[in-house]
């Protein structure tokens, strides 16, 4: 019986490193090579959601629009595109988010085939203080908001004229209503 001793390079532990790598390394090569003969096959997106959801980023209101999106029963049911201004930040020339807001439209087209978008928008915009420069109250805020979201709205039906489009605003309480 052959007796190991320190100057056997079988019991070395750089020798038991080397072969513990070299083993690894032969079986990660074979893997990898077994891999690359296996055909490609892409992910694909699967299932659909009923719309697009396009809002403001407020932190104010997160929680108020699942909410809301809750109550219509839509969880998990939409996709949702966030901008700064909510239809504002799709149609203002000053904002270079509009092709954002239309890439993402195509893309929930294409993978979830959404039906429907809806906007909305919400009082107290700071959005539409820096791109207008100043407060809108009132009456004057409900008609500069219907405004863009009339412009966002006629630009989707030019584009997906098979798309319904809801119009909404939201108060900082939470309640929405329709601006269409």
Known sequence: MHQHNEHDSCCRAGDLARRGFLKMALVGGAVATA??????????????????LLSCMDYRL???????????????EYDHVVLAGGSLGAVSEKLDWG???????????????????????????????????????????LDIHREQ????????????PDLAVELLIMDLDGKVTPMG
């Open 99 to 141: 092709k954002t807001f239309w890439d993402h439209l195509d893309v929930a087209i294409k993978l979830h085939h959404i039906k429907k978008v809806i906007v909305l928008d919400h009082k107290d915009c700071g959005a539409y203080r820096v791109v207008f420069g100043r407060d809108f109250k009132g009456q004057e805020e």
């Open 149 to 160: 979201l009339n412009s966002l709205k006629a630009a989707i039906n030019t584009r997906h």
């Open 62 to 76: 997160v929680d108020d629009i699942v909410r809301y999106m809750d109550a219509r029963r839509m969880t998990n």
């Open 35 to 52: 891999g690359s003969a296996l055909p490609f096959v892409p992910a694909q997106a699967s299932g659909t959601a009923e719309a697009l």
